[in-house]
Nanobody, 125 residues
Framework: VQLASGGGLVQAGGSLRLSCVAS????????LGWFRQAPGKEREFVAA????????HYADSVKGRFTISRDNDKELLYLQMNDLNIEDTAVYYC????????????????????WGQGTQVTVSS
């Protein structure tokens, strides 16, 4: 089970840190990722991290502003979001890629097969 939290309302330029509790086998998946979905839009990739933490990958739109990390001891996945803008407003989801066994980066929605409930992030001007 994955439970995402940490969303909320923030002004443009502000920061939020999302957390995702991904316990047991899910946390040892090949990769964990963050996706987001804005109203009327398709779900899109935000960031991913390999099981070892040695590799990360970001969407161009968040590169340099967002940081994905994981705490293997606590089985927590994080997304630190800085310098937020209105376009970052969306429901954010954490997900695990259980079926993937090789290759990097892992970014496609259909490569992730274990999804948690989302957390709303709203950025105001």
């Amino acid at each position: 089970v994955q439970l995402a939290s940490g969303g909320g309302l923030v002004q443009a330029g502000g920061s939020l840190r999302l957390s995702c509790v991904a316990s047991g086998p899910i946390f040892s998946s090949y990769a964990l990722g963050w996706f987001r979905q804005a109203p009327g839009k398709e779900r899109e990739f935000v960031a991913a991290i390999k099981w070892s933490g040695s590799n990360t990958h970001y969407a161009d739109s968040v590169k340099g502003r967002f940081t994905i990390s994981r705490d293997n001891d606590k089985e927590l996945l994080y997304l630190q979001m800085n310098d937020l803008n209105i376009e970052d407003t969306a429901v954010y989801y954490c997900a695990a890629a259980n079926r993937v066994v090789s290759g990097w980066p892992v970014t496609a929605v259909n490569m992730f097969d274990s999804w948690g409930q989302g957390t709303q992030v709203t950025v105001s001007s």
